[in-house]
């Protein structure tokens, strides 16, 4: 089963590779330049089949540049420097988290005039396996307790 986390871990390791000289930040945003920020947006399952679930992932990825303007937006030119050493990993669509490999499509975009990006992914996973226990179903109802009383 895949995990949320470390399809995060995976992509910061495939930002590291490219820009080794920032830092990263999970979820919340400490002040510092030059920083990308993971945010979780959502997260949705739906049952496949009965062992299969369809996994929807989606991550928002801030990436806060190291000089801003007078105005306190990254420049334009900053923005598109990142976003070209970006598109060496994005252009692959796909990521290797653990022993699977999950497609995912990006965009990329603005958010408080820093770069965004929003990969989302789309990936089928297994189920948790609760196997049913009849007897033990039974030995519960047997003792349900109403007002004090054993039914």
Avoid: W
């Amino acid at each position: 089963m895949v995990k949320i986390i470390n399809i995060l871990y995976a992509i910061v390791k495939q930002i590291e590779v490219i820009m080794p000289k920032s830092t990263h930040e999970l979820g919340e945003y400490s002040g510092d330049k030059d920083t990308f920020c993971y945010y979780l947006v959502f997260s949705n399952s739906n049952r496949n089949t009965k062992h299969t679930k369809e996994v929807l992932v989606d991550i928002q990825i801030i990436y806060h540049a190291k000089s801003i303007n007078y105005v306190g937006r990254t420049s334009l030119k900053e923005k598109l420097e990142v976003q070209e050493k970006l598109e060496t990993f994005l252009s692959q669509f796909i990521l290797r988290v653990d022993d699977r490999v999950l497609k995912f499509d990006s965009d990329i975009g603005e958010a408080d005039g820093e770069l965004m990006v929003n990969l989302s992914f789309r990936f089928f996973d297994g189920m948790i396996d609760l196997t049913y226990d009849e007897e033990q179903a039974r030995e519960i109802i047997q003792n349900i307790i109403i007002n004090n009383e054993v039914i």
